[in-house]
């Protein structure tokens, strides 16, 4: 069954293969899309881009599981090494949500002078490769805009 997936923040939508990251890029998790973050907003609030249940939730990455369709949100590349430095949580693991509802919060300016890189990969969790078939690579799009429809 193919659910919609919101964007969780705005930012520009870019493909997959554009994230400086081996696994992203080359679909291993997944197939989706990322988003750079706006980074004239300050602080955003990352909120769910499906309704369902937090199946895990880091500071830097969560998964909600929602009509047996796995979406992985990752913030940025590699910002598990800050160890939750500048990112806070506001829900819990178990939580059921709905789309749209707050997650995390974070400031991509912040986060980026750090030296890691902001791009957030937006992936259907074990989803076949080049499975999704977004329209809207290369905007910029609000929170709760459709990013694409899972597989």
């Known amino acids: 069954m193919s659910i919609p997936v919101i964007a969780p923040f705005p930012g520009k939508v870019v493909a997959l293969s554009e994230v400086p990251d081996q696994v992203f890029a080359e679909q291993i998790v ?64 178990g939580d059921t949500v709905e789309a749209g509802a707050p997650i995390v919060a974070f400031d991509p300016t912040e986060t980026a002078a750090t030296g890691y890189s902001v791009i957030c990969p937006i992936v259907v969790m074990d989803s076949p490769k080049d499975s999704v078939h977004p329209a809207t690579i290369g905007t910029t799009v609000e929170p709760g805009a459709l990013l694409f429809d899972s597989p």
């Open 30 to 93: 997944g197939s989706g899309v990322a988003l750079d973050p706006d980074r004239t907003r300050g602080t955003l609030t990352v909120t769910a881009p499906i309704a369902g249940k937090i199946l895990k939730l880091h500071p830097h990455a969560f998964v909600i599981l929602g009509n047996g369709v796995g979406v992985l949100v990752h913030l940025g590349i590699d910002t598990v090494k800050l160890k939750g430095e500048g990112f806070e949580l506001l829900a819990t693991e």
